[in-house]
């Protein structure tokens, strides 16, 4: 249970404030945060409370966005990492989650984007470096790939990595984005050195109106964790495990009861 | 244009002859069958209207849903697929089209799943061999891995194949299922022999409310369709080019409109 992590926006109404006392409530010793309402906040005053309550930063959500080809959007889309990266320092972050991006507006140029993701990184790490902030690439489910992610495996996201030291870009592993990869065994073996950031929520069926609240609480779906678990304990981590569910019930339910059921479905379905 | 093929779900409200007369009309020379209005207009009757018109059957589609455990099931799922064989053969269809099945209720194991697939192929075999039906693996988008096809990956499904000859056994390559991967450019080249169909639908955004409705007309979205085809030519594919589309607008609207903006997206986006 000390490796259990709320990600704010598993409880998407609270505050940092809210989140961080929902936390102390409930026993947890770790938080995942996300810049917007970090920024609503103010950075300073979210690193405070988080430390004045004993927590730790699991992870901060998120840079990236990299796609763009055009020139102001691309160098726009940098400053902006660079802003998060500032905050992850901030914050003590474990690492700075990169969403990567979709494909621009208009275009089916699929190797571009991904070339320029690369690129972007690249740009980014002696930023990073200098900050003491690792970078975390997270490969998405293929069903954001147009709109989202061009970042579609792990396998994907490890070759982007290997040019830089694990310490300053690893991955994220996130159950609901891998756990259909057939060889998503030998993809987190390889992550060895590499997984940044574990997260869990699950896959549920039918698949939801909206795509993007399309994850549900561990235990309602589909997802192997213990499976997806030992696999990266296997690979050598042993940081904390984050749950981030973005899920109209989940959002609607009161926050205290949605820590409640993770904390029981973390034990009944993460946990050996 | 002689390659072009309608598959029939794509005008979704005609029945066999209604699509086959379409066809003609459109200067078509193959359609895609479904085993539903084929058996509605009676197996026998239906190769008779095809082959008077001078249609050849690009593909049937489907069998597969080998993922049950229970004998019972699994027994009632190879009797079906031994059906589907004897329909594909009576139609002289170029494939006999196999989603393979999601996970059965209440299981989690997806490995489990995939090797029942592996298991349920190979008890085909030999039945489609001495009915001269070539089976085709369909690689389905990892949207569908819970509940429709645990077969993810070109790549996975290529070496579900491999034990089989490549006549007895292929793989189809359909855009809105592969378009994501990230070594489809590899996977491609090394189906090649095994490609026994050949699909083109577009990955739109933002996604439908409904996830089994998503796919798109070509030209309304993200893939880029020459690419595609490009690599399935070099990879030694010259046979049929099948549109396959679910997508209640396209559903909604004339089914002659349809066949013909089918025709000219194919020559804007598809051919060079």
New interface residues.
Partial sequence: MDRLSLNQRTTERWTVAEAVDGCVRAGLQWIGLWREPVQACGVAEAARLVAEAGLRVSSLCRGGFLTASAAGARAAALDDNRRAIDEAGTLGADCLVLVVGG?PAG????TGA?ARVADGVAALVPYAEAAGVRLALEPM???Y???RGVL??L??ALEMAAPFAPSSVGVVVDTFHV?????VEAAIARAAGRIASFQVCD?I???P???LLSRGMMGD????FRHLRRLVEAAGYDGPIEVEIFNADVWAADPDEVVALMRKRYEEHVLD
């Fill in positions: 494909l275009s089916r140029d699929l991904r489910h293929p069903l790939c147009a709109d579609s495996t396998d994907q756990w259909w990869d057939p060889v896959w069926t039918p698949f109106a909206d795509a779906g589909h997802i192997d």
